[in-house]
T-cell receptor
Framework: SQQGEEDPQALSIQEGENATMNCSYKTSINNLQWYRQNSGRGLVHLILIRSNEREKHSGRLRVTLDTSKKSSSLLITASRAADTASYFCATDAYTGANSKLTFGKGITLSVRP | ETGVTQTPRHLVMGMTNKKSLKCEQHLGHNAMYWYKQSAKKPLELMFVYSLEERVENNSVPSRFSPECPNSSHLFLHLHTLQPEDSALYLC??????????????FGPGTRLTVL
């Protein structure tokens, strides 16, 4: 079964509102990463939070990690139409020699102008 | 996306054709990846190369054959594909695979349609 599952599957908000997206996972992780994908394009790395961190900020992005609940959230503040994209969480379960990212199905965010 | 390029961007092929996807990274990274992205499914890791050596083969059918001639180039050779192989194929690179906490840089993908 997949490691990361995002919630909700789709989110539609008005420009200027905040968007909150959640990710849950099943096994222990070393870090969790959030990526963004515009339609039909490659993924772009947004932010990484390590297992010993609880919160991290980058510009309008705020990520939290609760390892006891095995969950993470991505908050985009003051959303813009250009934030419309799919967002993926990816868990890095460092086992053995190699690091390996496991992605969820993604959340489709629509920001209405 | 600018550090990792993929060609072609779109490919339509018949089930009996042989084609190749190409990926090139200009970031000086040591690790490269192939992923398959199908609609409504999580991104599937296919292959991982570290310093031109394959370190992961995620139970991918033999009709997909990867090749990594050097740390900057990665190919995916395709032959006798099935319609269900139609998907967006993404290439990615990272500094290495050994250390946890490494971000991956993705190319724009090749949209493959198998008729």
């Amino acid at each position: 079964s997949q490691q990361g599952e995002e919630d909700p599957q789709a989110l539609s908000i008005q420009e200027g509102e905040n968007a909150t997206m959640n990710c849950s996972y099943k096994t222990s992780i070393n870090n969790l990463q959030w990526y963004r994908q515009n339609s039909g394009r490659g993924l772009v790395h947004l932010i990484l939070i390590r297992s010993n961190e609880r919160e991290k900020h980058s510009g309008r992005l705020r990520v939290t990690l609760d390892t006891s609940k095995k969950s993470s959230s991505l908050l985009i503040t003051a959303s813009r139409a250009a934030d419309t994209a799919s967002y993926f969480c990816a868990t890095d379960a460092y086992t053995g020699a190699n690091s390996k990212l496991t992605f969820g199905k993604g959340i489709t965010l629509s920001v209405r102008p | 996306e600018t550090g990792v390029t993929q060609t072609p961007r779109h490919l339509v092929m018949g089930m009996t054709n042989k084609k190749s996807l190409k990926c090139e990274q200009h970031l000086g990274h040591n690790a490269m990846y192939w992923y398959k992205q199908s609609a409504k499914k999580p991104l599937e890791l296919m292959f991982v190369y570290s310093l031109e050596e394959r370190v992961e083969n995620n139970s991918v059918p033999s009709r997909f054959s990867p090749e990594c001639p050097n740390s900057s180039h990665l190919f995916l050779h395709l032959h006798t594909l099935q319609p269900e192989d139609s998907a967006l194929y993404l290439c990615a690179s990272s500094q290495d695979v050994l250390a946890g906490g490494i971000e991956q840089f993705f190319g724009p993908g090749t949209r493959l349609t198998v008729l």
